[in-house]
């Protein structure tokens, strides 16, 4: 696993594509995970789902670290290509944010489409389902764990969801998603089971490299805003 910080190496080292992963706010103890690529022109840019309906496309701020891709540069170029057909085709409209993902998709068009009326994504399942558009399968769905804390987290999704004015139907699936049991991929777990290279990943072997990729993070969001 190759992880890089900007305190130390600079983003001009990313030749094609990585993941990335920061705390944007160090008190909230809470990480945010994109992909960083390198467009047509040779610019470096950040696609990454923000929020409800925000999807963004802009050049990656110092706050990421990243983390290698374990791909050849022909796949990773590919998915360089993909990256900004996605954001061409929904940056717009935007793309929902959701704690599960039932039904929801990337098509290998780079159209998002959802089944459902809750069906979208947290910023670490965004980019999975990146991978997943193009036939890479990074995570061991069925050989994952769901923690008490991911509740509370999913419940305060809602809550905030609810608060920036999301649709009383929505949040109706959201909760309904939630009393069915949705599982988690936190930012750090996402870019760990990349890093890796042995897709699928399942939560064990997962599960290490993600606390390294943790320690990082905080580490250099502490050293950001000092």
């Not at 949705?182 to 699928?200: H, K, L, N, T």
Request: charge should be negative; aromatic fraction near 10%.
């Amino acid at each position: 696993m190759h992880l890089d910080c900007t305190h130390y190496s600079q983003f001009e080292d990313i030749e094609i594509l990585a993941v990335a992963i920061s705390r944007p706010r160090p008190s909230r103890k809470q990480q945010h995970a994109g992909i960083i690529f390198r467009d047509a022109t040779g610019e470096l840019k950040l696609l990454d789902l923000q929020w409800h309906y925000s999807l963004s496309l802009a050049p990656p701020s110092d706050s990421f670290i990243w983390v290698d891709v374990p791909l050849d540069d022909i796949s990773k170029t590919h998915l360089a290509t993909v990256c900004q057909v996605i954001a061409d085709l929904n940056q717009e409209e935007g793309i929902p944010y959701s704690i599960s993902t039932e039904g929801a998709s990337i098509l290998h068009t780079g159209e998002f489409f959802g089944e459902h009326l809750h069906s979208g994504f947290t910023c670490a399942t965004f980019v999975l389902a990146i991978f997943e558009s193009q036939g890479f399968k990074v995570v061991d769905y069925r050989n994952w764990i769901s923690r008490p804390s991911d509740k509370k987290w999913q419940f305060q999704i809602i809550q905030n969801l609810q608060r920036s004015g999301a649709t009383p139907e929505y949040i109706a699936g959201q909760v309904k998603q939630l009393s069915a049991g949705a599982d988690r991929f936190r930012p750090e777990e996402v870019c760990a089971a990349i890093s890796v290279g042995s897709w699928p990943a399942g939560y064990e072997e997962t599960k290490e490299p993600a606390a390294k990729v943790l320690e990082y993070t905080i580490q250099h969001a502490t050293n950001t805003h000092a």
